[in-house]
């Protein structure tokens, strides 16, 4: 059984930074992309990022191109979001989720997801 962990949200300013890490215990092969996800109330959930353990590519969505940064390390087995130039609107809980590649995980099928982290951003 797969499962994930996110850390490393919090609160901060307009255009500040935040480091998210998401440490995948229990991976198999089939498992090859890793992404993120946001939601926050009264809005449908929205794809972040999208990353492959093998070298298939890698996406994000057209509000966080420029700003945000999708990582993988294969040997810790985690996979990090840089966020730059933070804004009101990226305020949610981000989650961490596997698929079986990282085009799967864009498109929003899951194998599964953690707990998620919040991220606050204030004006």
């Known amino acids: 059984q797969e499962q994930l962990a996110e850390s490393g949200g919090g609160l901060v300013q307009a255009g500040g930074s935040l480091r998210l890490s998401c440490a995948a215990s229990g991976r198999t092969f089939s498992s090859d992309g890793m992404g993120w996800f946001r939601h926050f109330p009264g809005k449908e959930r929205e794809f972040v990022a999208a990353v492959s353990w093998t070298g298939g590519p890698t996406y994000y969505a057209d509000s966080v191109k420029g700003r945000f940064t999708i990582s993988r390390d294969n040997a810790k087995n985690t996979v990090d979001l840089q966020m730059n130039s933070l804004k009101p609107e990226d305020t949610g809980v981000y989650y961490c989720?596997?698929?079986?590649?990282?085009?799967?995980?864009?498109?929003?099928?899951?194998?599964?997801w953690g707990q998620g982290t919040q991220v606050t951003v204030s004006s």
């Open positions: 989720a596997s698929g079986r590649d990282s085009d799967y995980v864009r498109r929003g099928f899951y194998y599964t």
